[in-house]
């Protein structure tokens, strides 16, 4: 039995593609193919690579301080957007309620 690259996506098995073992095999393959086989490799094993990071990040007590941060100035980033916009309806609302004279 041969083991097959590949990893778990979604609960699922993807296998990867397998890069020609041989020169003979790489000449019968269009060169253009074979870098964008290579290129493809690359960013999977990046986002993979980048995946396990962000774990480790979560996982570790500075990871969540940052985390908690981040959400936190985003949350009050929001919160101020709409209270501007309330108060700028709201001054909408009152100029449309004045009598016109």
Do not use: C, Q, Y
């Not at 086989?37 to 960013?43: Q, Y």
């Not at 100029?95 to 016109?100: L, Q, R, S, T, V």
């Amino acid at each position: 039995m041969t083991e097959k690259t590949g990893r778990f996506e979604k609960g699922v098995w993807v296998e990867e593609p397998v890069a020609p073992k041989t020169p003979a095999a790489a000449n019968n393959e269009n060169p253009i193919d074979a870098r964008l086989a290579a290129a493809s490799r690359s960013v999977i094993s990046a986002m993979d690579d980048l995946a396990k990071a962000t774990h480790d990040l979560v996982a570790t007590e500075e990871g969540k301080k940052h985390i908690g941060k981040t959400v936190k100035e985003k949350t009050d980033e929001i919160e101020k957007s709409f209270n501007d916009i309330i108060s700028k309806v709201k001054a909408e609302v009152e100029k449309a309620a004045k009598p016109k004279k």
